[in-house]
């Protein structure tokens, strides 16, 4: 007997359960294939909404102040520093505050353009708004400065924070020594220009959301006075209580 049930298990057909499998499947597949469809869809409707991207305003703002500042990382200098503000200002003969207007190209000391031992200057034009101390002819202030590598002018334009209000010491700019080789820029400054330097590159200061002095960058431990620089936030105050303007 036990012959005789393993021949017809083994010939009987399939389980009417296994033949129903088949068809039960798919019936079932587009059901499934909607339900993956459906799922991104859902995900993003619940998906957290992402941070508002920084203003175009804020985002410029910083961008123009680190790419002007970067432009004056390899500036050196070997001067005396005034040691408060008010020293400076007593080594000035000309104090102002006034507005950036533009860098210009100013002249290259050496024995040609293309002298590898030459120093290029800038020129900083500046809108004079108030002459606190000195005499300064007319509104417009150009003050010449070494130049901070050998970048074009224009590279340094583009990246100025043009109508930033600045702070300026100046002391009238010497004319050239005896035998130095000296060349004017391509593009010359308007007839009869008074030239002014920085009396120390600690003279410039500008405010680009805080105050801030291209010429001498050091870091948030180190000012640029030996004793204590005023508040960064304010311009007015790195003048000198007596020359600061009633408001």
Excluded: N
Aim: hydrophobic content about 40%; charged content about 20%.
């Amino acid at each position: 007997m036990s012959t005789e049930i393993r021949r017809r298990r083994a010939g009987s057909p399939r389980t009417p359960t296994t033949r129903l499998a088949t068809p039960a499947r798919r019936a079932l597949l587009p059901l499934v294939l909607m339900l993956l469809t459906m799922m991104p869809a859902c995900a993003r409707a619940t998906k957290s909404a992402a941070p508002p991207a920084p203003s175009a305003s804020a985002a410029t703002g910083q961008s123009t102040q680190d790419r002007f500042l970067r432009l004056y990382r390899g500036y050196r200098a070997d001067y005396e520093p005034a040691t408060t503000v008010a020293e400076l200002a007593e080594w000035s003969e000309v104090v102002a505050v006034g507005r950036l207007k533009q860098i210009r190209e100013g002249r290259i000391q050496g024995a040609g353009r293309d002298d590898p031992g030459r120093t290029e200057h800038l020129v900083y034009v500046f809108d004079v708004t108030e002459k606190l101390k000195g005499t300064l002819p007319g509104d417009v202030a150009y003050v010449e400065a070494v130049k901070p590598g050998r970048e074009p002018a224009a590279s340094f334009d583009a990246a100025a924070p043009t109508g930033a209000e600045a702070l300026l010491y100046l002391r009238s700019a010497s004319p050239a020594a005896p035998g130095e080789s000296s060349l004017a820029p391509l593009d010359p400054l308007p007839a009869g220009t008074h030239l002014h330097w920085f009396t120390t590159p600690q003279g410039f200061l500008i405010h680009i959301g805080r105050v801030v002095h291209p010429l001498e960058q050091r870091g948030p431990s180190q000012p640029i006075f030996q004793r204590g620089d005023p508040d960064p936030a304010h311009l007015r105050s790195w003048l000198p209580t007596r020359l600061r303007p009633l408001r």
